[in-house]
């Protein structure tokens, strides 16, 4: 079934996602969600919340990609967001980071602004550091961060935006006890004469190679 599911995604990522974009909104009731395992520490590694003082960590992390780095200090100057951490205990740098928003966002891949009430937020980006990757941090991190939230906040709903056709984006989502409850599906501007263009130039040098 899984080897399906990812040559579907291929099929789709090189025809008609060249074109189209097509997405989804998750959401979880926290009410519902249980998980007996707490993951605040393991393996040489403990949860934190970073802030402003941990800049120099997170340029570390993000290898000082600016872009990335003037985004987060955005968000450290905000109180719509909040960011969970792995630290790597020994060695003292920051292994892994999620973050969340409490207000709105504009969803690039939704195309449209989210707004959210009291007692809900919605996740968005996390990144792990090259070194640490394949150690379950991803997993543990979402487990964790809904402990967090269900336990030292009012927040009842948390939502996600996962893009369609990618099937291992949703496995850890679905598996915690997240549902579609939206789908978003619009048109790249401009992408219909590029792919075109591919197309054509793909049979135009396959014809005069043979």
């Known amino acids: 079934m899984k ?3 990812n040559k579907i995604s291929k099929i789709y990522y090189y025809t008609l996602g060249r074109i189209c974009e097509c997405a ?17 520490s393991f393996d040489n590694f403990s949860f934190f919340m970073p802030g402003k003082t941990e800049m120099p960590l997170i340029e570390r992390l993000y290898a000082s990609n600016s872009v990335k780095i003037e985004l987060i ?6 109180d719509d967001y ?12 920051l292994a892994y980071v999620r973050w969340i928003c409490k207000n709105s966002f504009y969803s690039e891949t939704m195309r449209r602004q989210l707004s ?5 937020a919605l996740t968005l980006d996390s990144y792990s550091h090259p070194d640490y990757r394949k150690k379950g941090l991803h997993l543990k991190m979402n487990v964790f961060m809904l ?6 906040t009012e927040i009842r709903y ?16 679905i598996e915690l006890g997240y549902k579609s409850i939206t789908k978003s599906f619009y048109y790249k501007k401009g992408s219909f004469s ?14 005069k190679t043979n």
């Open 24 to 40: 989804k909104l998750y959401r979880i009731d926290l009410h519902n969600f249980e998980s007996t395992t707490d993951f605040e």
């Open 73 to 78: 200090e955005r968000r450290f100057g905000s």
């Open 3 to 5: 080897g399906i599911k």
């Open 147 to 152: 402990q967090w939230i269900k336990r030292n």
């Open 116 to 120: 959210f009430s009291e007692n809900e």
């Open 158 to 173: 948390v939502y996600m935006v996962i893009r369609c056709f990618i099937p291992h984006l949703t496995k850890i989502p």
């Open 194 to 207: 590029f792919y075109f263009n591919l197309l054509i130039n793909k049979l135009f040098f396959d014809a």
């Open 82 to 93: 909040l960011c969970f951490a792995y630290r790597d205990n020994i060695l003292g740098h």
